[in-house]
């Protein structure tokens, strides 16, 4: 069952509000302005806020009352912001909006103040809030419940804080609610402290295991030991980037604990007329069997979850209405902007001898892999116009269609639940540290692991060999549009300070020009800076 989210909070208990951006946690907007003072703690209301941040922007929905002020309330959604700032900056997608912070994406160019930066800062910062707020509240409880609650809030809390520790390098670090400006820590800090929560919630910590995961999900929608493990594999396998030290052999270690782990499973079935592949990515894969391999959701529900991010944003800003006309995906909303930039559609048609005028059942077909979902009607491979959309292919993955054939629950805001943790992400980071720790090479082992994700995808070409470059083109076959690129290419050399990969429009560019390292890391906003300028330091570069 999954967890319900619409008006979570009652308002005579507490409208969590981040005012005006006053620094980088805020403070609880209630009734009595003081947070330690709110007459009424709903822990079931706050502890369904954590996860609901992921999705949610406000307590109405899809706009109204917003969580965050003087910030588009559809823009401040996390997963709208966590896509854009990995797959905008990267070889995958390029938009062709005109919105301030933009064009900045498309072509490596962005500051302190830009937009989309600032609200996804804020929107982490305040899951961040709303966690440490939940953990104060129950600090002296000692109910069993009450304690997996706990540690299911630590490791969102780590979560929030893996993603500032990624996107920001060095955050403000607060961990009560008596922070309101707090102290910034390095990566290093930031990088230890995730590591050490989510040993803590797996009961890895002998001085800390008061709070620890289930086994199993308690119910759909909500982290497990599965969830805790597969975070520690992916900030071991970006460890050198994160603290400078190598972690492969961790990396590995924790991949195969999820691998080992008999509550999730790969999903290989496919079933009327859709993939496996795509039914990880449809209306229904709260049920189709994805929710076996999803290992953390973001849930989405056309009633429940109203929201002008999240997978409606995915599948809106990736279609148009000519493309409707041919290929429904689910919901009216089309909104055409994201399109792929060539060297993602190459992953798949090196030779740009895709199908053209074509839908994306057929060109995955002659691709001869599942995963090349592309819509090439009318279309060149080509971004040759940047401000058309139908300049590059478009890239169809997320639906809102149930792959059961029942009626999705409303024909504009959707169903699908966004993949923030899933299993294959286990099988690519375990062949990665494999051939790490060997050279650079995969050994049979990790091959094998490799070969699992391209049978699933009905890949017509099994590997028997794979080395770095080889890795990194499947990261993207596989996690294509997922918000995850922007990582890959930094780990592989292939992002900011180097000059040997180029993409289309890189640095502004049609053939590409290199952008300068400081761009791995983006800025701390203004905003917060000057909010709380006795505590925190910009990072180089800006």
């Known amino acids: 069952m999954k967890l319900r989210f619409k008006n979570i909070l009652p308002a005579a208990a507490i409208a969590l509000s981040l005012t005006g951006l006053s620094s980088c946690t805020g403070d609880l907007d209630v009734e009595n302005i003081n947070p330690q003072q709110v007459s009424k703690f709903d822990q079931n209301a706050i502890f369904n806020k954590v996860y609901a941040n992921m999705v949610l922007t406000g307590q109405t929905g899809p706009d109204g009352n917003k969580d965050i002020q003087d910030v588009d309330e559809g823009a401040s959604n996390m997963i709208r912001q966590i896509w854009n700032a990995n797959e905008l900056t990267t070889d995958e997608a390029e938009c062709t909006w005109g919105d301030q912070g933009l064009p900045e994406y498309n072509h490596n160019t962005w500051g302190d103040s830009h937009p989309m930066l600032q609200a996804l800062y804020y929107r982490l910062m305040f899951g ?9 509240q129950t600090s002296s409880s000692t109910d069993a419940t ?52 989510l040993k803590a919630v797996l009961g890895e910590n002998a001085n800390d295991n008061a709070d620890v995961l289930s086994d199993a999900p308690v119910s759909y929608g909500r982290a497990s030991k599965a969830a805790a493990n597969l975070l520690l594999a992916r900030i071991y396998i970006n460890a050198k980037i994160y603290t400078g030290t190598e972690r492969w052999n961790d990396a590995k270690t924790y991949a195969q604990k999820v691998l080992s782990d008999k509550n999730f499973s790969l999903l290989t079935s496919d079933s009327n007329g859709y993939t496996a592949y795509q039914k990880l ?54 909104w055409g902007g994201n399109r792929c930039r060539l060297q993602f559609t190459q992953q798949f048609f090196p030779n740009n001898d895709a199908a053209q005028d074509s839908l994306p059942p057929r060109i995955a077909k002659k691709a001869g892999d599942d995963r090349a979902l592309f819509y090439t009607w009318k279309r060149k491979p080509s971004i040759e116009d940047e401000s058309s959309f139908g300049s590059g292919y478009a890239y169809v993955k997320f639906l809102n269609v149930h792959s059961d054939g029942t009626q999705v629950h409303h024909t504009q805001f959707v169903d699908t639940d966004f993949p923030m943790l899933r299993m294959a992400e286990a099988y690519l980071i375990y062949a990665e540290a494999d051939a790490r720790i060997n050279g650079g090479s995969c050994t049979p082992d990790g091959i094998k692991k490799l070969n699992t994700l391209r049978t699933r995808a009905h890949a017509t070409k099994t590997l028997t060999s794979a080395d770095l ?14 918000a995850m690129r922007r990582t890959t290419l930094i780990r592989f050399n292939k992002y900011g300070g180097q000059s040997a990969y180029k993409w289309q429009w890189e640095g502004g560019e049609e053939n590409g020009k290199s952008f300068d390292a400081h761009y791995n890391i983006f800025a701390i906003p203004a905003s917060d800076m000057n909010a709380n300028s006795e505590n925190l330091k910009q990072n180089p570069g800006y």
């Open 128 to 136: 961040v809030t709303v966690s440490n707020f939940f953990l104060t």
């Open 281 to 334: 990515f449809m209306g229904d894969n709260d049920t189709n069997g994805a929710q076996n391999e999803i290992i953390l959701p973001a849930i989405h529900d056309g009633i429940t979850t109203q929201t002008w991010g999240g997978c409606l944003f995915i599948i809106a800003s990736t279609t148009n209405g000519d493309m409707l006309k041919q290929f429904s995906t689910g919901t009216t909303e089309n």
């Open 146 to 197: 009450t304690h997996v609650e706990r540690a299911e809030v630590r490791f969102m809390r780590a979560l929030y804080y893996y993603y500032m520790m990624d996107f920001y390098g060095n955050p403000p670090m607060a961990t009560t609610m008596d922070e309101p400006k707090p102290k910034q820590a390095t990566r290093l800090e930031a990088f230890n402290f995730v590591e050490s929560e």
């Open 469 to 482: 470059d080889v890795l990194c083109s499947e990261w993207s076959r596989e996690f294509g549009f997922e």
